[in-house]
């Protein structure tokens, strides 16, 4: 049985030695004769009332919104930003040869443009996994992979190894690219289409057989990860990152915990986007997006990608490349339509979209539940990992006025270091500095309207995602065992506090 806020009053009143059982440490237990009276008959415990993650919380959505004090300018660029978001591209306009999805929207959804995967289920009701429509969308002939359902997460699909030309893998050769799970064959935007050169043009390209991937333990999954406070993330000096490494050394060591930073190929400062934080700026990760994801070409990356590094066939390419630019044109004021790219003005959209705000509950009962939630989050040593807040930089996309990306305290929850998650949570995948078995501390702002979790989004159980982060070569093992040794009130306390963020 949960423990609701209103059980918990109804415990109140049936007497004190009742609510102590129920909420109250355990070191607080053994006092409890003193409450009841010597003469008063001995009450029997309670059984504990078990742990559970109550899921997304249906208040009002704490995300999605600008950061404050936005010049009419950057908020004009914004909102343009935010459109192109979450617009749909056809063939014409760059999608595929391959794709995982159509829109940038389509990934960042829940619970309000930017997040991650959407659900019908639960607050705020944003709908199906979008992919399920696009596999046949407009013509198209993919069948959908086993591990997209319309209630299911998002994912992309990566390769572990190369796959030879024969189907086998060859283990000596390491893939790690990812792998679309749609092609635009059978599309009508993709099929006997007219050229310039007054030629018709079909694509025929086969999608991945991701059933042999499977079979052959060569398949790694990935969610979305959300973009909310992407500028005040990039923003964050890597001294600030470093130092935050070396504070609690001693707390660290005794727990296992080491962590370390990955690094830029390039100029070797430290990158901090992504699931193994493989990206170093926001103008990377959405390039990269928009390559990967949805196929369209841009001035990062202007090749058309195929699968396994190999180039798609020309009957599958339709349009001059890159296929999103800078458009080199004036425009009327007040009018940012045109000017940059798509790419840039996504990069503008995550820059200028403010970090989660958490819930402030009224109710005294929860609002005590999540301040002893936090402290206990903290006492199991969570914290030392899922660093509660940084400072950020001097930046120079100034708004009109404080607070704007410049020396904000962001409340990521995480340490943007690299940690050895162990043999259970290992993806086979490498990235940069990152080897299969290491990831970047996952931002908690705004994992209370989170639905799925986990690289791979295996679990949408909360409670089950932490005790997933303990397996043999896990970091994290110390910190789960002073987890698991909490009382079941304060693990459910610990629960309401990250349901609050």
Known sequence: MVLSFATARKLRQRGALTLILALAPLALISGCEALIGANEPQLQPQAQVKVVDRGPRGTSVGAGKPIANLSSDQLLFFNDAAA?????????NGLGPTFNGDSCGVCHSQPAIGGTSPSTAVFPFVGPNPQVALATANGATNKLPFFVTSDGPVREARFKFVVDPDGSIDQNEPDGGVHDLFTIQGRADATNVMMLSGQTQTCVLAQEDFDRARDQNNLSLRIPTPVFGGGLIEMIDDATILKNMQANGEAKRQLGIRGTPNRSGNDGTITRFGWKAQNKSLIMFSHEAYSVEIGETNQMFPQKRGFGGNPPP?????????????????????TP????????????????????TPSTPTDPVEAASIANGRQNFINAGCALCH????????????TTRMPGLSGVQANLFSDLLLHHMGEGL??????????????????????????FFLHDGRTSDLLEAIKQHASPGSEANGVIHRFNRLTESEKQDLMHFLRSL
């Open 314 to 334: 020309t009957t599958c390419i339709f349009n001059a490349l890159p296929e999103d630019s800078t458009n080199f044109t004036t425009t009327p004021a007040n």
């Open 387 to 398: 660093t509660p807040s940084m400072t950020t930089g001097n930046s120079a996309f100034d």
């Open 84 to 92: 192109r978001f979450i617009h749909p591209e056809a063939v014409v």
């Open 337 to 356: 339509k045109l000017v940059p790219s798509d790419d840039d003005a996504f990069a503008t959209f995550m820059r200028f979209l403010d970090q989660p």
């Open 426 to 451: 290992n993806d086979g995948i490498s990235q940069g500095n990152a080897g299969p078995d290491q990831f970047r501390t996952a931002p908690l702002w705004g994992v209370g309207q989170r639905v």
